[in-house]
């Protein structure tokens, strides 16, 4: 059996703010770095009995293979000429029908689908017929027949599948779907209870005042967030998920350059709505009734919002950073360079 490494992303340090990673499509080569995923191990695909694509999380970069089919790798092996032409042929097929959007990655081949997001939210989704994932060191605790928590040091995530989960002493077996995700920040290890419970949506993170510094990924109850507007001190959001989902949260990083002040004013269909009482009350989309809220939660590295969408059609969220916030930050920079100043001034006149 022969594979054909398809793409390499190289793993970076954490990144110190709330921000995008992202992807390029070079010399045939995807490559592009990508914020620490905590897996080590192999996920393999299988489509129709076939194994199709192999998956290698290593400490420093995650390897993206295709397969070779035995016939054909008897007889390019007999021809260098052949082989490097059949492997150009190949690569161009798989690499055809990627979406390199940003700071997303999704790549279908043969039937297999796989979906990375380079952001601090670590993510992927998986779609084929069986999914073996393997050579992983983790405890891993069963919290239900399809659900997964993989735990070791510093890091945990999530393993979700729509299908009941096999687990043995060497591998992980799933079919059609799963989904892997962990939570960077210490601030947002809750929301992994709101995984397990289904009932987040969906993600959206904004990094900056720019239409190609946003990226997006959907959870559960086909839950779609979507940047309708931006701009300076203004964020204006499309939600719409399945009407029979029933309520969901949606959480939304922002980076700390879209951060002008702590002060924000949240509408949800252009009424003001109201600040919930703490995380605890925001994690339960169902607690008010039809009524939405939200709740801040600050961080070093910008700050997230959490946003309850009681009942789903098409919605429309807004956030304003509140000027007086902006005012009243501007003139605390410049007092503070004014301070700077002075006691500069004094020094030299000592």
Request: glycine share 6%.
């Amino acid at each position: 059996m022969k594979w054909l490494a398809l793409a390499i992303l190289l793993i970076m340090p954490l990144a110190s703010a709330i921000d995008l990673g992202g992807f390029q499509q070079c010399d045939g080569k995807i490559t592009g770095k990508y914020l620490p995923a905590g897996l080590e191990g192999k996920i393999s695909c299988y489509e129709k009995g076939e194994h199709i694509m192999d998956l290698i999380y290593n400490n420093d970069s995650i390897e993206i293979s295709i397969q070779f089919f035995d016939v054909l790798n008897k007889v390019v092996e007999r021809n260098q000429f052949l082989k490097e032409e059949l492997e150009k042929a190949l690569m161009e097929e798989a690499l055809a029908p990627i979406n390199l959007s940003g700071a997303s990655f999704e790549l279908g081949y043969e039937g297999c689908i796989i979906e990375l997001h380079d952001i601090p939210t670590r993510f992927l989704r998986v779609k084929c017929d069986e999914i073996i994932i393997s050579g992983f060191d983790y405890e891993i605790n069963k919290t239900s027949e399809n659900m997964l928590k993989l735990q070791k040091t510093n890091f945990s995530a999530t393993l979700f599948s729509y299908s009941p989960v096999e687990v043995n002493e060497s591998c992980i077996i799933a079919k059609n779907e799963i989904m892997i995700v962990s939570f960077s920040y210490a601030e947002e290890k809750k929301i992994e209870d709101a995984f397990e419970e289904k009932s987040i949506g969906g993600e959206i993170t904004i990094a900056d005042y720019d239409e190609n510094k946003v990226d997006y990924i959907s959870y559960f109850g086909n839950v779609s967030v979507s940047l309708s507007e931006i701009k300076t001190g203004k964020i204006v959001l499309d939600v719409s998920g399945d009407e029979k989902s029933g309520g969901k949260i949606i959480k939304v990083n922002l980076g700390k350059n879209v951060c002008l002040t702590d002060k924000l004013k949240i509408k949800f269909d252009r009424e003001l709505i109201k600040r919930a009482d703490n995380l605890e009350d925001i994690l339960n989309p169902d607690d008010d009734g039809i009524t939405p809220e939200y709740y801040i939660v600050q961080s070093k590295d910008g700050m997230f919002l959490l946003v309850t969408i009681p009942h789903f059609s098409t919605h429309q969220l807004i956030i304003q950073f509140v000027s007086g916030g902006i005012i009243e930050k501007t003139v605390a920079i410049l007092l503070g360079f004014l301070t700077i100043a002075v006691a500069t001034i004094y020094l030299f006149k000592k």
